[in-house]
Each structure stands twice: as structure tokens, then as C-alpha cells.
């Protein structure tokens, strides 16, 4: 992204196509990425009222004695938290019990930008092991903030998520460190997306203008016309679908990315096929897109050419 680019130059790096991955692991994975669908949260009203159900989350016996959710106990609760990380690593959100049981949550209360609640590292009732609550920061610089990168989930937050969608973990034999490897798996799929998507933006290369990730929704059961034409030839459905909206110098760019099962995961936490392309939303994407077909259909290796989502 220096000085210096040409488009070209750009173009010929994509010549390789969507992000290939090889196989030898063995981890199960939930068939979309729970971590952007929009759901629900609970929201506490008025501490006092949290009655019996709250008191069960909390323990007895001389536990927490007021809601965590004030300032002085969640700043006790970030300074004694479990899973390790400082204070600053920590996020605790909403009283898992409401004064309206099973309240919807406010609109305020989902995140635009990732269409998820408040970030949740409580453990669920009867988790049968602790996750960590360390989360990692990304490469991916965060649209509307000064230096700041988005971050990923922790691995509580992305059990808490899993449940909200219904997956319950007595159905599965899961254990402690597969949560481990599905984080590992979800942030090098982002990290994989967003190097293909500066691929992309290099062919609109301007000095002075870095691309910034703005938001993004999960659209899992959303298939794009690309991959249902796809389908129709005989090649298999996505498990996963994301939409990215990227700032470009001001300029807000969607792109598409498909998610296709690669196999066994591989040592590098690796096993999508990623298909990532500037959505249809404006003549420079579609010329793009042609571009770059172009460069593929008669410059790319042969195997390339065969092999690759394109």
C-alpha cells in the first residue's frame, strides 16, 4: 500500500485468486460464524430487583452483594478477573437476569457496526470449563477512530455467542482447547479476508488514503447471485457470507465475502476457501471486477485457473 503501486502491479497480485488453504487438523466448527448475527440481550433496570436467579448467577454465601453492574464492583471485577490479561483486556457487560425476564434488548443496545450486543464474559450456567477472556487486536484498522484496530473475541465471548444462537455444548464433545483453535480459526479467516480486500483497494490506490474496515454483517443464509450461479454449475453453497463496508478516503465500498469449506484444518489454523470481491454498487467495482477476470483468465498458471473460485 506505499508509494509506488501501480494498478497494475495490483491487479497481478490477484492474479493467484481468493485465499487458498491446506489441510491436517481436526477441529468442528459451527456452520456460520455466530459472531455476527444480531441477537438479543438482557439489560438490568434497577439493581435491587435483580431477585433469586441473579443471586444463583453470582453465588451465595458471601459473594458479590450488588449488581456488577455498577461502576465500583466492575472495577473490583476487572481488577480480580479470571483467564488471565490486565484489567484493560477485560470487558464485563450486562446482569445476566432482568427485572423483565427475557426483556428484549433496547435498539441502542446493538452495536451498528458488528450488529452484536454489549461484549458478554460471563461464563454461562454449567459451562464445564473456564475460557480466557483475552482478547486479541486485529490488523484491521477501525474506520471513525484515530490508530485504533477492531479487536476479536475472546473465547467466552464466542461461547456466549454460540449459545445465543441456540448451539448448546452437551451436544458436542467439546473441549477446553477446541475453543482455543476456533478463535485461532475466526481471527486468521478475518486476517486472511482483510489482506485479499487490500489487494483489491490497491487498485485504487491513492497516496495518503489507508482503507479502514467501517462495519460488518453476517448474511450466512444470504447467498450472493455469484454463489448461486456457482451452485447451478455443480459447485457447493458457502457455509458463511459476510459483508464488509470499507472507507476509502470517505467513500464507502462494500465487499462481498463468501466462505467455502476447504477441508482439514491446517497447521496455520487455515481451512476456507475465500472468495472475496468488491460488490456490484458502482461502475469502478464492476470494472474492477472485469480487470481483474481478465488478468486471471490469461495470466494466471493453469492450475490456478482450475482450481480457484473464479
Same mark, same amino acid.
Given at each position: 500500500?506505499?508509494?509506488?503501486?501501480?494498478?497494475?502491479?495490483?491487479?497481478?497480485?490477484?492474479?493467484?485468486?481468493?485465499?487458498?488453504?491446506?489441510?491436517?487438523?481436526?477441529?468442528?466448527?459451527?456452520?456460520?460464524?455466530?459472531?455476527?448475527?444480531?441477537?438479543?440481550?438482557?439489560?438490568?433496570?434497577?439493581?435491587?430487583?435483580?431477585?433469586?436467579?441473579?443471586?444463583?448467577?453470582?453465588?451465595?454465601?458471601?459473594?458479590?452483594?450488588?449488581?456488577?453492574?455498577?461502576?465500583?464492583?466492575?472495577?473490583?471485577?476487572?481488577?480480580?478477573?479470571?483467564?488471565?490479561?490486565?484489567?484493560?483486556?477485560?470487558?464485563?457487560?450486562?446482569?445476566?437476569?432482568?427485572?423483565?425476564?427475557?426483556?428484549?434488548?433496547?435498539?441502542?443496545?446493538?452495536?451498528?457496526?458488528?450488529?452484536?450486543?454489549?461484549?458478554?464474559?460471563?461464563?454461562?450456567?454449567?459451562?464445564?470449563?473456564?475460557?480466557?477472556?483475552?482478547?486479541?487486536?486485529?490488523?484491521?484498522?477501525?474506520?471513525?477512530?484515530?490508530?485504533?484496530?477492531?479487536?476479536?473475541? *475472546?473465547?467466552?465471548?464466542? +461461547?456466549?455467542? &454460540?449459545?445465543?444462537?441456540?448451539? @448448546? /455444548?452437551?451436544?458436542?464433545?467439546?473441549? =477446553?482447547?477446541?475453543?482455543?483453535?476456533?478463535?485461532?480459526?475466526?481471527?486468521?479467516?478475518?486476517?486472511?479476508?482483510?489482506?485479499?480486500?487490500?489487494?483489491?483497494?490497491?487498485?485504487?490506490?491513492?497516496?495518503?488514503?489507508?482503507?479502514?474496515?467501517?462495519?460488518?454483517?453476517?448474511?450466512?443464509?444470504?447467498?450472493?447471485?455469484?454463489?448461486?450461479?456457482?451452485?447451478?454449475?455443480?459447485?457447493?453453497?458457502?457455509?458463511?457470507?459476510?459483508?464488509?463496508?470499507?472507507?476509502?478516503?470517505?467513500?464507502?465500498?462494500?465487499?462481498?465475502?463468501?466462505?467455502?469449506?476447504?477441508?482439514?484444518?491446517?497447521?496455520?489454523?487455515?481451512?476456507?476457501?475465500?472468495?472475496?470481491?468488491?460488490?456490484?454498487? *458502482?461502475?469502478?467495482?464492476? +470494472?474492477?471486477? &472485469?480487470?481483474?477476470?481478465?488478468? @486471471? /483468465?490469461?495470466?494466471?498458471?493453469?492450475? =490456478?485457473?482450475?482450481?480457484?473460485?473464479?
Amino acid at each position: 500500500m506505499g508509494a509506488g503501486i501501480s494498478s497494475d502491479a495490483a491487479a497481478s497480485a490477484l492474479i493467484s485468486g481468493p485465499a487458498a488453504v491446506a489441510r491436517t487438523s481436526q477441529v468442528t466448527l459451527p456452520k456460520e460464524c455466530p459472531m455476527h448475527v444480531a441477537s438479543t440481550s438482557i439489560q438490568l433496570e434497577n439493581a435491587g430487583a435483580c431477585g433469586a436467579e441473579h443471586l444463583a448467577m453470582h453465588g451465595a454465601g458471601g459473594g458479590i452483594t450488588e449488581c456488577p453492574m455498577r461502576e465500583e464492583v466492575q472495577k473490583k471485577q476487572q481488577s480480580n478477573a479470571p483467564g488471565g490479561g490486565a484489567a484493560s483486556d477485560v470487558w464485563y457487560s450486562e446482569c445476566p437476569s432482568a427485572v423483565a425476564a427475557g426483556a428484549a434488548a433496547a435498539p441502542t443496545d446493538i452495536d451498528p457496526t458488528n450488529m452484536m450486543p454489549p461484549p458478554n464474559q460471563r461464563p454461562s450456567p454449567d459451562q464445564p470449563f473456564s475460557l480466557e477472556l483475552k482478547r486479541e487486536v486485529s490488523s484491521i484498522p477501525k474506520a471513525g477512530t484515530e490508530g485504533e484496530n477492531w479487536v476479536y473475541p *475472546s473465547q467466552q465471548m464466542f +461461547w456466549n455467542a &454460540m449459545l445465543r444462537k441456540g448451539w @448448546r /455444548w452437551k451436544d458436542d464433545d467439546l473441549k =477446553q482447547k477446541d475453543m482455543k483453535d476456533i478463535i485461532r480459526i475466526h481471527n486468521t479467516n478475518n486476517e486472511d479476508a482483510w489482506n485479499e480486500v487490500l489487494k483489491w483497494e490497491a487498485l485504487r490506490y491513492r497516496e495518503g488514503v489507508v482503507p479502514q474496515l467501517k462495519s460488518f454483517k453476517g448474511r450466512a443464509k444470504d447467498f450472493s447471485p455469484r454463489a448461486r450461479m456457482r451452485n447451478w454449475m455443480g459447485y457447493g453453497l458457502p457455509f458463511d457470507r459476510h459483508d464488509w463496508i470499507v472507507n476509502r478516503g470517505g467513500k464507502d465500498v462494500r465487499y462481498i465475502i463468501d466462505y467455502y469449506d476447504g477441508g482439514d484444518v491446517d497447521t496455520d489454523y487455515r481451512f476456507t476457501l475465500l472468495d472475496v470481491r468488491p460488490a456490484f454498487d *458502482s461502475t469502478s467495482a464492476v +470494472w474492477d471486477r &472485469m480487470k481483474v477476470t481478465w488478468y @486471471r /483468465w490469461f495470466f494466471a498458471p493453469k492450475s =490456478q485457473q482450475t482450481d480457484d473460485i473464479s
